[in-house]
Each structure stands twice: as structure tokens, then as C-alpha cells.
Nanobody
Framework: QVQLVESGGGLVQPGGSLRLSCAAS????????IDWYRQAPGKQRELVAR???????NYADSVKGRFTISRDNAKNTANLQMNSLKPEDTAVYYC?????????????????WGQGTQVTVSS
């Protein structure tokens, strides 16, 4: 019904930038709360950034001032701009979207995860 496809990960040197995208497709009525998580090897998954429907944002202390979360409602896409990357940012990044759907059966709401994209920060 709804599919999420992440893109934009890769290998970058310390101080570099990457832009992650999470494109949603299917019977989408609206994107609601958008979250980006990350999970480093041997660590628990942590919330990195959140964007609510009102436009308010929250960031983990470790990424404040470096990461920016955004949405493109016309394209049903969530983005995470990551600047001044550090080796400790290395992780698999996941988007998590709360999405309202509209089908012939009516309105619905669900929580969806992207497949994850690897970000490696290394010289």
C-alpha cells in the first residue's frame, strides 16, 4: 500500500556533507510526523531528527546545528541534510514516516520504515 525508498547514503570524508532522501509512494494522502533514526554497529537505534506536521523540529544533541530535516509534500519526500559530518555519525540511517492514506476503503494511518541507507564518515 505504501512503500518508502531511501537514497543518498555513501562514504564521505570528515567535514563533508550528504543529503538523505526518503520517497514515499502508494495511496498517500499526507505525510505526518517524519523521523530519521540511525543505528551504529553494536548500538541501539537512536532518534536523530523529527519534523512534525506543524513544522516544529527536534534534533539529537549530537547533530544540532549540523543536520536539517525537511519535507517536500508535493513529492511525498522527506530529507535529511547532513553537514560537517564526523566519524561518529557513521551508521545506517532509517526514515520513519507517519502517513495518512486514502484508498477505496477510506482513510487510514500507518507507520512506515525505509529500508535503511549506510552513511560512512572516514578519511
Amino acid at each position: 500500500q505504501v512503500q518508502l525508498v531511501e537514497s543518498g547514503g555513501g562514504l564521505v570524508q570528515p567535514g563533508g556533507s550528504l543529503r538523505l532522501s526518503c520517497a514515499a509512494s502508494g495511496s498517500i494522502y499526507s505525510l505526518n510526523t517524519i523521523d530519521w533514526y540511525r543505528q551504529a554497529p553494536g548500538k541501539q537505534r537512536e532518534l536523530v531528527a523529527r519534523l512534525t506536521t506543524t513544522g516544529s523540529t527536534n534534533y539529537a544533541d549530537s547533530v544540532k546545528g549540523r543536520f536539517t530535516i525537511s519535507r517536500d509534500n508535493a513529492k511525498n519526500t522527506a530529507n535529511l541534510q547532513m553537514n560537517s559530518l564526523k566519524p561518529e555519525d557513521t551508521a545506517v540511517y532509517y526514515c520513519n514516516l507517519d502517513i495518512s492514506t486514502l484508498t477505496a476503503q477510506g482513510m487510514g494511518v500507518g507507520d512506515y520504515w525505509g529500508q535503511g541507507t549506510q552513511v560512512t564518515v572516514s578519511s
